[in-house]
């Protein structure tokens, strides 16, 4: 017979929430945070990762927490994992599944489907492996919560994540599934699906002065999460507040999957132009890219353009900008003011049959329009 029996009026910081919870992942960004979470609250951690500096200072936490170094790809980490916790603290209540990499580069380059056997490795078949070790522990006790850390990238395609895309989707249905089979037992089993949070992963996306403007202005919230936002979350999902909830993939993401990517002219952080212009007689090379990129910028008054990055890769060519100049002519419909200005800008082109077929230009519109001053006309 199912212990699945609703209590009512017990708040989720009282004695009956999780007691002991394993986070893989809890080195570092979401992992971290709810290990910090939930030791604050009076509950014990058993943190699992490969990173052992970041586990330390989940040590100094004393007898509220127990670490263990391991990669949960491996089956005998996650059993180690769980045996830890009956052996330190003598059950095992909820179980957050968060460790995760990224990485597999272009499908057609070289060792793409040995990087993908690695992510999948980590981010789905961990998180099998992570919920079989559990189960018996969870089942001693009654009951208990598992949540698996997904993605809003597992919801949609991102240009150049497959790997990534395709092992969080996987986690989706591997969590709706498994709560299926395991709801009679008293065993909830969710995800949560994070959109851009500021961790490690992401350091390099939210610090780059055009990409970083760019993400953010999908967001309809216009920001970044904070790793302590996922882990309310997870905290939430794993006590008796969700006492009813299984099967569900909660997004956590400031509106961004509710987003059709459409963006309010006031919240445009940059202004997509496309030109064509066909190019023939070049070699095809770096060179050869970099010169016929500056004929954008070339053609727009007072600006001066430097390449600072430039990434050629099949057909497409990725160019990052440092622009400065005069504000003399009209700029984004800004009449001159005589200004000075600096801002970032990245293109992308497209390359067929030798031939530049297409630019895309992503110049920092709003930020140079805040220097310049005036309304776009």
Sequence with gaps: MSTNTYIPGA????????????ITGAASGIGHAAARLYTERGHRVVAVDVDKAGLDQIAEEGDAAATLVGD????????????????????????????????????????????????????????????????????????????????????RGDPGTWAYNASKAAIINLVRGLAVDYAAENIRINAIAPGGTVTAMTAAQVSHPVLGPELTARIPVQRWADPHEQAEAIWFLTSPAASYITGVV????????????????????????????????????????????????E???????????????????????????IHQGTIFGVPGTGKAFTGNSISTITIQDGKVVRYTVLPDRLGIIKQIGGTPA
């Excluded at 580069?105 to 099998?128: F, I, K, W, Y």
């Excluded at 053609?299 to 900008?321: F, H, P």
């Design 11 to 22: 708040p989720a910081d009282e004695a009956d929430a999780p007691r002991v919870v394993l």
């Design 72 to 155: 949960t790809a491996d089956d005998a980490a996650n059993e180690a994992a769980v045996a830890l916790a009956l052996d330190r603290f003598g059950r095992l209540d909820a179980v957050v599944l968060n460790a995760g990499i990224g990485g597999a580069g272009p499908l057609e380059a070289e060792g793409s489907l040995a990087r993908l056997d690695r992510v999948l490795a980590v981010n789905v078949h961990g998180v099998a492996s992570g919920i079989r070790a559990a189960i018996p522990a969870l089942r001693a006790t009654g009951g208990g919560a598992i949540v698996a850390t997904s993605s809003v990238s597992g919801l």
């Design 250 to 297: 909660l997004p956590v993401d400031g509106g961004l999957s509710a987003n059709g990517g459409i963006l309010l002219e006031e919240l445009v952080a940059a202004d997509a132009v496309d030109e064509t212009r066909a190019y023939s007689g070049g070699t095809g090379d770096r060179d050869d890219f970099r010169q016929h990129a500056l004929w954008l910028w």
């Design 299 to 325: 053609s727009v008054q007072d600006v001066k353009a430097t390449i600072t990055d430039l990434i050629a890769e099949g057909d497409r060519v990725v160019v990052y900008w440092r622009i400065e100049g």
